[in-house]
């Protein structure tokens, strides 16, 4: 059996609630002091007892709870308890996490100081508008249930003292002497060398005087003033209050003396969502002696009737009588509680007055009768002596969202927008206030959009020149009138001229009257280096071309020559809208072209190509030649590193500039790392062709240098790689073999012999279609003859790929028998026909 928190607090609650306990232990127990608790001196058959009286206590789990801190019940004294019970009923597992120890002690204080008044009044209010809560609610919730005097304020010179207050005597000048003396439960205090002092039932002040002229009696030095008396109130006594009625936590509390009647109420939650905010009532020895009114602290920030409390008062929250709603435009929506005879203007103060946007004329009241709810109209003129009933609900609504009197004009005015409608108001006047026309006004039409009396729009148009100079009727204008002048930039197409070629920034510019060819040019920044400035065309579009003619022109084309430095008089050709302009490059210019030669050469590196017509034996010669190492069958050229666009990296078209640059960073760090590598398949892993999109072109070196400029002598080009490696000695064996490897090369060996070493064709091979890819990048291919295929021979540095058959899919025994039940009809179909 398990048993929560509040049962383990209520056991030790019984000490001071439960007449079996009070007769076990009122010898030897302050009943409200538990903080002298000793778990460990109960008897098993004590706590049994105890947890039976537990479960029929009637108290609410957070009232045990909270009245079980009150009175200082350890917790370590708690975790104690529950082991003990634990123990006594055999349990087998032991419950962290309910159990309060030092780590989560804020916790518990945190679940105990949740009052049900929340959930009362979102109950009591989620029928009509659950987005309202009772005004003054909030200032109770989350209450921590620990109360802490402020003890180092002066001592209230009406505070009136009892039994167990402490009471410090100083006694200092010609005599010197301190006192601490505690007020004993006969109302005295016993003063060394004078006897008792009787000081019960006065107040600071009284006590001072009368123990001032005890102590005469023994220092007479008091009388003339060389010796001084002073008398504070040192530690203070407890005294019992007992708040009962609508509050969230009803019961008697232990408060220390200074507390106030706003303390308790504070300490014990606070109004339930039936309690009264504003009647509370202090009861002291049968006579009710002040009324407590929340709405003084929560509109004045003070309370007119916040008593000090004393002990055996009773504070008493009796159901309220009046409550209202308000909602819509004010600062404050909440449920509002009245008393008798107050205004609306005084419950519109509670809700902190109206928002910008209330419509303050009238407001709606909905209100209820014996038999049915009804609808009044509370207009401004009756909020001074108008008396809200209990039930009634004020819902202020916003004001319109529209203008009275509002005119807006938009477009070529200096300054367009919204504006007064005054009486009398024109078209003219409104472009006037406006600052009248913009140059580009379009002066021809101007258009009205005017609203209805129905809400429909109609359009008008008008003059716009003829309306400004008085020569056309003015139009008086309406309420949201909207005017719109036009610009005559916004009826035509944006004016823009192009320039490609040979300049620094190509692209569209927009156009200004009297452009020039120079001012086009100098705008996109000048001429590059390789431009031509001659037969500069420009193409001007044809507004009037004939459509039935096939030879009709459609464009005009212009050639100027000009000077790169811009001084000639051609370069002033006066420009039109659209017009478009392109710079030649210069006859015969060439950027240079670069080459790499890398491998067994004496000297590898980069070479420029001098002649359009140099070819790769050309190459190898410039390079010193082949070393004695050189593997010629193994030579390849890797093409299109760099696309051959006649000019550098730096001078390509802005748009490809970045990217060509990226691939000649890339380029250039793939050959530093071949310049390491040592072999044919080192250079051949370095997938240039994979980054920057280049193949291999397999040459015939030992052809070429034996017939040089013949046919496969090939003509170098921009970018072009030549690699000569070492003699390869491995032959590589892949695709759909058994065991796909790398052998050691041998000339003796043929094509199946390489196969037989990686473990034959596997069950898918295409054997017919296996191919040999040469380490100069040439491939060839299996020949068939009849039935038997014809391999390509094997040299060092070759790879063998062995491609996989088709699969195709299986038919089974569903899909046969859709075919045969198909056949049938179509056989049965053709029987019928026949017949």
């Not at 609508?246 to 509390?253: D, I, K, L, N």
């Not at 519109?348 to 209330?358: D, I, M, P, S």
Request: charged share 25%; net charge negative; proline share 4%.
């Amino acid at each position: 059996m398990k048993y929560r928190l509040s049962y383990i607090i209520s056991v030790i609650l019984l000490i001071s609630v439960g007449s079996f306990v009070e007769r076990s232990f009122a010898q030897t127990m302050n009943t409200s002091d538990l903080s002298t608790v000793r778990v460990d001196e109960l008897s098993d058959e004590q706590i049994r007892a105890y947890l039976t009286q537990a479960t029929s206590s009637g108290m609410s789990d957070v009232q045990m709870e909270r009245l079980a801190l009150e009175r200082g019940m350890p917790l370590a004294e708690v975790e104690k308890l529950r082991q003990r019970i634990e123990r006594l009923d055999g349990a087998s597992e032991r419950r962290t996490s309910s159990v309060p120890t030092r780590n989560t002690e804020r916790q518990v204080i945190d679940s105990l100081s949740s009052t049900p008044l929340a959930n009362d009044t979102a109950r009591s209010d989620s029928s009509s508008n659950p987005k309202l809560e009772i005004f003054g609610a909030s200032l109770f919730r989350g209450v921590m249930p620990i109360f802490e005097p402020n003890l180092r304020i002066a001592t209230p010179r009406n505070y009136i003292l009892g039994p167990t207050d402490q009471i410090l005597i100083d006694i200092y000048g010609a005599s010197e002497e301190y006192h601490a003396l505690t007020v004993s439960p006969e109302g005295t205090i016993t003063i060394p060398y004078v006897g008792v002092v009787a000081v019960g039932g006065m107040t600071i002040e009284q006590a001072t005087a009368h123990i001032e002229s005890e102590l005469a009696t023994l220092y007479s030095a008091i009388r003339t003033g060389a010796t001084k008396v002073t008398v504070a109130l040192g530690n203070i006594r407890s005294i019992h209050v007992t708040v009962t009625g609508e509050v969230a936590m009803p019961g008697s509390y232990t408060l220390p003396s200074v507390a106030t009647a706003f303390n308790a109420l504070y300490y014990s939650g606070g109004p339930t969502a039936n309690g009264s905010f504003r009647d509370i009532r202090l009861i002291r020895n049968g006579r009710e002696i002040a009324r407590l009114d929340i709405y003084d602290v929560l509109i004045n920030g003070y309370f007119s009737e916040n008593v000090r409390l004393e002990d055996q008062d009773v504070l008493m929250i009796p159901p309220y009588q009046k409550r209202v709603k308000v909602s819509g435009e004010v600062k404050r929506p909440a449920i509002f509680e009245l008393k008798d005879g107050e205004t609306f203007d005084e419950l519109l103060v509670y809700a902190g007055g109206f928002t910008e946007n209330a419509y303050r004329a009238r407001i709606k009241v909905k209100k209820r009768t014996e038999k049915e709810q009804r609808i009044e109209d509370l207009l401004s003129s009756q909020y001074s002596h108008y008396v809200p009933q209990a039930g009634d609900q004020y819902l202020v609504d916003r004001i319109l969202d529209r203008f009275e009197n509002r005119v807006t004009i938009e477009g070529a005015v200096f300054r367009p927008g919204q504006y007064e409608l005054s009486p009398g108001l024109t078209l003219s006047m409104l472009i006037k206030k406006a600052e009248g026309l913009k140059e580009d006004a379009f002066l021809n039409r101007g258009s009205i959009l005017r609203l209805q009396k129905d809400l429909q729009y109609e359009q008008l148009s008008f003059d716009v020149a003829a309306v400004v100079a008085g020569t056309d009727p003015d139009i008086e204008l309406r309420r949201e009138d909207v005017v719109n002048i036009s610009s005559i930039f916004e009826l035509r197409e944006a004016y823009t001229v192009d320039i490609d070629g040979e300049v620094r920034s190509p692209g569209h510019f927009a156009f200004a009257e009297g452009m020039t060819l120079k001012d086009l040019i100098m705008q996109a920044g000048g001429f590059r280096e390789s431009a031509s400035g001659s037969r500069i065309e420009i193409s001007r579009r044809v507004t009037n071309a004939d459509v039935m003619s096939q030879s009709a022109h459609i464009a005009q084309i212009f050639q100027v020559d000009a000077d790169k430095g811009l001084n000639k008089q051609e370069e002033d050709f006066v420009l039109m809208p659209f017009d478009r302009v392109v710079v030649r490059t210069s006859t015969g210019y060439e950027t240079q072209k670069m080459v790499r030669i890398l491998g067994e050469v004496l000297y590898p590196g980069l070479y420029t190509i001098n002649r359009k017509d140099e070819r790769v034996s050309d190459l190898i010669k410039r390079a010193g030649g082949l070393t004695p190492l050189a593997y010629v069958d193994g030579a390849s050229l890797k093409r299109g590193v760099l696309p051959d666009t006649g000019a550098t990296v730096a001078e390509a078209e802005p748009e490809t500039a970045e990217r060509e640059r990226k691939k000649q960073a890339e380029y250039n760090r793939l050959l530093a790392l071949q310049q390491l590598q040592s072999d044919a398949t080192a250079f051949n892993n370095l997938n240039i062709e994979k980054n920057i999109g280049n193949d291999l072109v397999g040459i015939n070196l030992e052809r070429i240098i034996k017939k040089p400029g013949y046919r496969g002598d090939l003509i170098l080009e921009d970018g072009d790689v030549i690699y000569v490696p070492k003699e390869l000695q491995t032959v590589k064996i892949s695709g759909e073999v058994l065991a796909p490897s790398t052998a050691v090369y041998s000339p003796s060996k043929g094509f199946e012999q390489y196969i037989s070493q990686a473990g034959g064709f596997s069950s898918r091979a295409l054997r017919k279609s296996a191919y040999v890819l040469y380490a100069n990048g040439s491939v060839k291919s299996t020949n068939r003859f009849l039935f038997f295929n014809n391999y390509p021979p094997i040299k060092p540095g070759a790879e063998i790929f062995v491609p996989q058959k088709e699969i195709k899919p299986t038919i089974g025994v569903q899909q046969w028998l859709g075919f045969g039940t198909g056949i049938a009809s179509l056989a049965a179909i053709i029987v019928t026909i026949f017949r």
